[in-house]
């Protein structure tokens, strides 16, 4: 009998039915649910309403609609540059770490087991060490002449005056988005390396049956349709990891930058949330930037599913 020709109460009655059989299972799961709703609903929601209030820790939050929202687009020229920077880094970190992760991963698989153990841990170190990665960037380029780059372009007679990577507008951008990218293959490319592994080896032999020729149609048409999963999931990671790479701009170039050159959305939300302490202001930068990573994401789902078509 078809789901829908079955009568509503009928099958409320067997959907609490399996709940009943199932309450061992959601006690095992409550913890979690607990501390995620705690942790992580709460504050969205509780984000989403300060967004619409004048909130500023010391005095009682007031309802004041859309200002917030208006005041963003309409007043404030920081937030529309923080947008402009948080949409450049995000469309060559999020797409560039993702791709990145996904051939490394691949050309890993095809190495010795051993050699391919031990780069999986020098590719995945960075991400393990957070910002800490931040110094050796400094380091590089540094603005005197005692940086590594700076030096090497001296040497070669390139430049005559060390160049100052870390303070002028115009390399601020660069350097911050070369960090991010190193640091960009965290959780995603382990993923894709665990999910590569995991392929059954009939499905390589039934795709040469079926007339696949080359490496690159056995990628497409067997390798990337079995790791939908971890491909929506490297996803999710990229684009949360490229619209929140505030520290990364902050560690580098300090806070503000200058001219606001590798100012993004988070450091706008967290200037005003930790600094100035108008919560209400910062809840509503934090509710754009959730909404875009939202939209990102179910966009990227939507184009993976489509892998192997």
């Known amino acids: 009998m078809a789901k829908n ?33 705690v942790f992580v609903v709460y504050p969205v929601l509780m984000a989403i309403w300060y967004s619409f209030t004048d909130y500023n820790v010391l005095e009682k939050a007031n309802f004041i609609g859309f200002d917030n929202y208006r005041k963003l687009f309409l007043d404030d020229d920081t937030f529309i540059t923080a947008i402009k920077n948080t949409f450049i880094i995000a469309v060559i970190v999020g797409p560039g770490g993702y791709v990145l992760s996904f051939l490394l991963a691949w050309m890993i698989n095809e190495l010795p087991h051993k050699l391919g153990v031990v780069l999986t841990v020098i590719f995945y170190a960075p991400s393990m060490a957070g910002t800490a990665v931040v110094a050796v960037f400094r380091q590089i380029f540094s603005d005197d002449a005692s940086g590594y780059l700076n030096a090497i ?64 149609q056995e990628l497409w048409y067997v390798t990337l349709p079995s790791l939908k999963p971890q491909l929506i999931f490297g996803a999710v990671m990229s684009i949360s990891g490229a619209f929140g790479c505030g520290a990364v701009s902050t560690a580098l170039c300090g806070f ?46 939507k184009a993976i599913s489509n892998v192997g078509n």
């Open 153 to 216: 372009l001296r040497n070669l007679g390139i430049t005559k005056e060390a160049i100052l990577w870390l303070s002028d507008s115009k390399y601020v951008m660069l350097v911050v988005v070369l960090a991010s990218l190193w640091t960009s293959l965290g959780v995603g490319f382990l993923s894709f390396v665990a999910g590569i592994k995991g392929v059954d080896e009939a499905q390589y032999e039934a795709g040469a049956i079926d007339g696949i020729k080359n490496r690159w």
């Open 256 to 301: 503000p930058s200058t001219d606001y050159a590798a100012h993004t959305i988070l450091n706008h939300m967290e200037d005003y949330g930790t600094t100035k302490f108008e919560m209400g202001y910062a809840g509503a930068v934090a509710t754009i930037l959730f909404l875009m990573m939202l939209g990102t994401n179910k966009l990227i789902q």
């Open 5 to 37: 020709n079955v009568p509503f109460k009928r099958r409320m009655s067997l959907t609490l039915r399996d709940m009943k059989r199932c309450i061992p299972l959601y006690l095992m799961i409550a913890p979690f649910m607990i501390l995620f709703v």
